[in-house]
C-alpha cells in the first residue's frame, strides 16, 4: 500500500515534468534528453547498485533512495512554484533521480524475495506489478486534472509527500535477510562473477537482451507522449494522461492475469507472444499517429 501511493505520485510527476519541458523549450530532442538522463545512470550503475544490495541492508538503502526521491521532488516543486526552473535544472534533477534509481530498482526488486520467500515469488511479482500497474492508471490520470487545477509545482509537490507512505512501510516491516556477501571480495569481482554467470545461462541471458531490447526501442515511446498528445492527436495535458492510463490498464489487466496463473507452464511461449503483441501494437499506435498528422 505505501508504494501503491508512492507510485501514483510518481507517475503524477513523469507526466507533469514531461509536460513542463516541453512547454518550456517545445523541443522534442530536450524531452527525449531529459529521458536519456534520467535512464543512463541506471543502465550504467545497476550492477554495482546490485552488489551493494548484496552487501547492505536492503531495507536501510531502501530508506534512503527512497528519501532522497523525496528531496528530489520538493527541490523540483520549489523551483516550480517560484518560477525559478530552466531546462537544466531538470535535466539535472532527472540525472540524479537516475543515479538513485540505479541503487533503489535492484534492491526494491531483491526484497520481495526476503519478504515472501521463494514459494510464493511469481504470486508476489505479480502482484507487485499490479500495484505498479494500478498507479500508472490512476496517477497520469489524476495528473491531467491536477496540472489544471493546481499547476505543475502542485504536482510535484504531491509527490514529495507520496513518498512518505513507503518510507513509513519501510519502518514497519520485518525482512527475512538473506546471505550477504562478504564485503572482502571486490565489488569488481562481484560484477564479474554476475556477468559470468548470465554469459553461462543461456534461459537468463534471453530474458536479459529481450528486457534490454523492448526497454531500448519499444518502452521509449512514453517519453514522447507529450508531443502526441499536443501536436499530433490535439488532445492535450488531460489527453496525456489518458494516453499513459491506457497502456496502464493493460499492464494492469495482464499481472492480475499472471497472478491468477500462478506457476503456469509455456511461461517462454506467453512472454515472448506479448513481446510480439507489444510490437505490433507499437507500429499500430505509430501508423494512426501518422495517419492524424497528415489529417
Known amino acids: 500500500m505505501g508504494m501503491l501511493i508512492s507510485l501514483i505520485g510518481t507517475w503524477i510527476q513523469y507526466v507533469a515534468q514531461s509536460w513542463l519541458v516541453f512547454q518550456l523549450t517545445s523541443s522534442t530532442f530536450l524531452l527525449g534528453l531529459v529521458g536519456f538522463l534520467s535512464s543512463i545512470p541506471v543502465f550504467l550503475l545497476s550492477l554495482f547498485g546490485g552488489v551493494v544490495a548484496d552487501r547492505m541492508n536492503k531495507r536501510s538503502i531502501l530508506i534512503f533512495t527512497q528519501s532522497a526521491f523525496m528531496c528530489l521532488a520538493f527541490i523540483l516543486a520549489i523551483l516550480t512554484h517560484m518560477k525559478l526552473i530552466t531546462p537544466g535544472e531538470i535535466m539535472l534533477i532527472a540525472l540524479l533521480s537516475g543515479v538513485v534509481m540505479a ?4 534492491t526494491r526488486q531483491a526484497v520481495v524475495v526476503e519478504l515472501v520467500g521463494k514459494q510464493y515469488l511469481l504470486n508476489a511479482i505479480a502482484l507487485n506489478s499490479a500495484a505498479f500497474n494500478s498507479a500508472r492508471i490512476i496517477g497520469p490520470a489524476l495528473a491531467g486534472i491536477l496540472i489544471a487545477i493546481i499547476g505543475m509545482g502542485g504536482c510535484f509537490y504531491i509527490n514529495g509527500i507520496s513518498f512518505l507512505a513507503v518510507i513509513i512501510a519501510l519502518f514497519l516491516i520485518k525482512l527475512n535477510n538473506g546471505p550477504k556477501r562478504e564485503a572482502k571480495t571486490k565489488i569488481g569481482k562481484d560484477i564479474l562473477e554476475g556477468l559470468r554467470f548470465i554469459k553461462n545461462n543461456r534461459t537468463i541471458l534471453i530474458l536479459i537482451t529481450m528486457v534490454g531490447v523492448t526497454s531500448l526501442f519499444g518502452i521509449s515511446y512514453v517519453i514522447l507522449m507529450p508531443v502526441f498528445s499536443n501536436d499530433i ?16 490498464c493493460g499492464a494492469l489487466i495482464a499481472a492480475l492475469l499472471l497472478a491468477r496463473l500462478g506457476d503456469f507452464k509455456y511461461k517462454g511461449k506467453f512472454l515472448i507472444s506479448s513481446t510480439i503483441i507489444f510490437s505490433l501494437s507499437l507500429v499500430l499506435f505509430s501508423l494512426k499517429s501518422e495517419i492524424c498528422l497528415y489529417i
Open 103 to 106: 541503487f533503489d530498482a535492484p
Open 233 to 248: 492527436l490535439k488532445v492535450g495535458v488531460k489527453g496525456l494522461g489518458m494516453l499513459m492510463s491506457a497502456a496502464g
